[in-house]
């Protein structure tokens, strides 16, 4: 599975905005922004930003396909 990409951040202020593909993902403020900052030094950057956002593959999605609430879909 290859890894997430699309993502970029940028700094406005004390606020920190990730976008992904050029749209808005989400906006992270106060100690979630200074944080995320230091974390990206140290981390790959488009996979804490797929974490922080929720945009991520979480390997249960062919669990959940085949089950019975789900067949009909």
């Known amino acids: 599975m290859p890894g997430p990409e699309g ?3 940028e700094t406005r202020g004390g606020d920190v ?3 992904h593909h050029g749209r808005r993902a989400t906006v ?6 200074v944080r ?3 974390d990206v030094e ?3 950057p488009q996979e804490l930003m797929a ?5 991520y593959r979480r390997g ?14």
Do not use: M, Q, S
């Open 42 to 44: 140290d981390d790959d």
């Open 28 to 33: 992270l403020r106060g100690p979630a922004a």
């Open 51 to 55: 974490r922080i956002t929720g945009n």
């Open 36 to 38: 995320f900052l230091a």
């Open 17 to 19: 905005v990730i976008t």
């Open 7 to 9: 993502f970029d951040y």
């Open 60 to 73: 249960n999605e062919r669990t959940a396909k085949i089950h019975p609430r789900n067949r009909g879909r």
